[in-house]
């Protein structure tokens, strides 16, 4: 047999060896979104530690993508991404967000504060986290949960999950992130520095 005939006779066999997941099982459901319910696209938020200093972030909106619908001998892990994106409003502050997008024709630096990823048919749910220094590995649980209440520069957390970075042998600076604090009503409460200093949320708009 020819070569060509080989090439011609691989490629029908290999366009009839391909399956489709239902897209349906690609969509996230109003549960998925439960633990960042409390964020829209244009809210700011504040944050105070104990010495009164403010810093401010802007949730700019979210990011979406699906990977794998198609499925044959050789496809990409069939998965569904969704992503918040978070920028800091002091430019002289940046320290992290390696993401650029143009918004209303300005490039703006961002990061995923938090990534959403269900992969089908299983629909299981993974989490990632990343914000300025701080990020994690991919985790099915969404840190861990408490809860007690704790008081943080006068701000009373109750119902929170603790998530740790994911390579605190990685952390050198003072200002390296250890640890965020979550709450599914708040999002992000709270955020400490290696130094001990924590970071609350103080407003949001």
Known sequence: MKPRSLIIISTIFL????????????QFDNYDFLHIQAYKPGDTLFFENNKNEVDTFLILDYETEERGQKQGLISTKPESDYWVCITQLDKEKLNGFGRQKTVNGEIVNYQWLVSLVKYPPSQTIHYNFSFMTFYTQQDSTFGTFHSDTLTLNKK????????????????????????LLWTDNEGLVAYKFKSGIWWTKKSSR
């Open 156 to 179: 009373s957390i109750t119902n929170y999950y603790a998530i740790s970075h994911g390579f605190p042998e990685r952390l050198n600076d003072p200002k390296d992130i250890e640890q």
């Open 15 to 26: 366009s009839g060896c391909f399956t489709y997941i239902d897209k349906k099982l690609f």
